[in-house]
């Protein structure tokens, strides 16, 4: 048996329209996300770069509980530059 129903198989207005809605928000929702990961590489990159200026000063005052909480600094900046890397791929 055959069921032919051109009415159901044509595209129509209002599906149309919710797929357009449905794919803008897909989009919002992608650009958030990709802004959030921007945003937190590039905090990473402020940290990493303040860390390490901190930590070569630290080092010439011969202050190495400094330098070594400025190594830490340095050292969580490259880990959240590398965990939010994917907003540059």
Known sequence: MSYNNKENSSPNKTTG?????K???VETVGNEY???LTQ???EGTVDR???YK???????????SQQTARNWRHDQGQTQQEFN???WI
């Open 17 to 21: 329209q919710f797929h357009s809605l």
């Open 23 to 25: 794919g803008n928000a």
């Open 34 to 36: 990709n802004n959030a």
């Open 40 to 42: 937190g590489y590039a």
């Open 49 to 51: 770069a303040g860390g």
């Open 54 to 64: 901190d930590s070569v000063l630290s080092a010439i005052k011969d202050d190495k």
């Open 85 to 87: 890397r994917r907003a």
